[in-house]
């Protein structure tokens, strides 16, 4: 029985560009890797491609019709996929972002086309990897938590490296200690913001800031 090969670890502290040139490669190829984030680690890969989707679900052992949330580098990224429904919502996105806060939106008519989706879910993170890869990328990077099916997320390098070794193709790590809590989740499909889940960031806040504008 032939095993697979070890997967790729890379410290982010080290060199963080050699780092993001990696997971750049890895993007444009197909792969998927986890990496950490301004809230968990996460599984990230291209989200128009859909072998890399279908990766993560297996690895995930989830349904591979389940959504995604993508990272974005700015605002302006992820105007370029939505369709706004209040004019004042953009003073709002500028109000949160970055911060590990997600935002589902209706998408725009060429990417519902494009992923026969209606609406999806986007974040500016506030942490150097993610933004630096996302900002080369100049596209949208998958990002969803680091474990299986009906499992609790793992934010270890250590853990993450023996659940998952040779089952992806990089795990890029840092030494700093984790955070273990997820990112907030907004729904702004319609006027007002609905709360999906409460995490970091908690939504009296966020409705705080939306009555202020």
């Known amino acids: 029985m032939m095993t697979k090969p070890d997967t790729l670890k890379i410290n982010v502290d080290e060199s963080l560009t050699a ?3 990696v997971a750049a490669k890895l993007y444009f190829n197909g792969g998927v890797f986890a990496y950490p984030t301004d809230t968990i680690y996460g599984f990230g890969a291209n989200p128009f491609n859909d072998d890399a989707l279908e990766k993560i679900s ?4 989830r349904k591979i019709d389940k959504k995604y949330i993508l990272l974005a580098s700015d605002m302006e ?7 706004l429904v209040e004019e004042s919502h953009a003073d709002l996105l500028l109000a949160l972002w970055p911060n590990p806060i997600s935002v589902v939106f209706n998408l725009n008519q060429y990417y519902r086309e494009l992923t026969g989706e209606d609406t999806m879910g986007f974040r500016v993170p506030n942490h150097a990897f993610c933004r630096k890869l996302v900002t080369e990328l100049n596209m949208p990077l998958v990002s969803t938590s680091v474990n299986r099916s009906d499992k609790q997320p793992l934010n270890d390098y250590s853990l993450i490296s023996q659940e998952f070794n040779g089952e992806i193709d990089a795990i890029f790590y840092t030494s700093r200690p984790p955070l273990n809590v997820a990112s907030t989740i ?4 319609s006027n007002e913001p609905v709360l999906i889940r409460e995490g970091m960031i908690t939504f009296p806040e966020i409705v705080k800031k939306f009555k202020y504008l």
């Open 186 to 189: 907004i729904d702004l499909t």
């Open 77 to 83: 990224m992820v105007l370029k996929h939505v369709s």
């Open 58 to 61: 297996i690895v995930k052992r």
């Open 19 to 21: 780092a993001v040139q």
